[in-house]
């Protein structure tokens, strides 16, 4: 999937998810559909469908933005130095897509990974567990 086109990827996508999942934008803090999510349940790519994140490792970071402690599988993701706007973060990528999910940061709950995956809710589809 990463080698899919431009073209495809704006037929796919909202106008809102293209410009985080494939240009790296960033939603508005707490505004985001999933930031408040509770249900148990699978956060996958919004762009792909990969499984990315358990609603058990999902945890009220206060940050504006969907957060948590580790992905449900750490190959499913890409952890790629981003020194945009002036700073040094690590971005979070969907290994099987390529799509730009948001950073981590090493703020996380200190008795589990002590990571905060920060994500888009944008890039994110729920499925809640049946």
Not at 58 to 73: E, I, L, R
């Amino acid at each position: 999937m990463k080698n899919k086109s431009d073209s495809f990827w704006k037929k796919k996508l909202t106008t809102e998810q293209y410009h985080v999942l494939r240009e790296n934008g960033t939603e508005p803090a707490f505004s985001g559909a999933l930031y408040n999510n509770h249900q148990t349940g699978m956060y996958c790519c919004a762009a792909c469908g990969q499984e990315l994140f358990s609603s058990d490792t999902k945890f009220d970071s206060g940050s504006g933005w969907p957060s948590f402690d580790s992905p449900v599988n750490r190959e499913n993701v890409i952890l790629k130095d981003d020194s945009s706007l002036g700073m040094h973060r690590i971005e979070v990528i969907c290994k099987n897509c390529g799509s730009h999910l948001g950073h981590v940061f090493d703020d996380g709950p200190k008795k589990t990974t002590g990571k905060r995956y920060c994500i888009n809710s944008l890039a994110l589809e729920f499925k809640a567990k049946a």
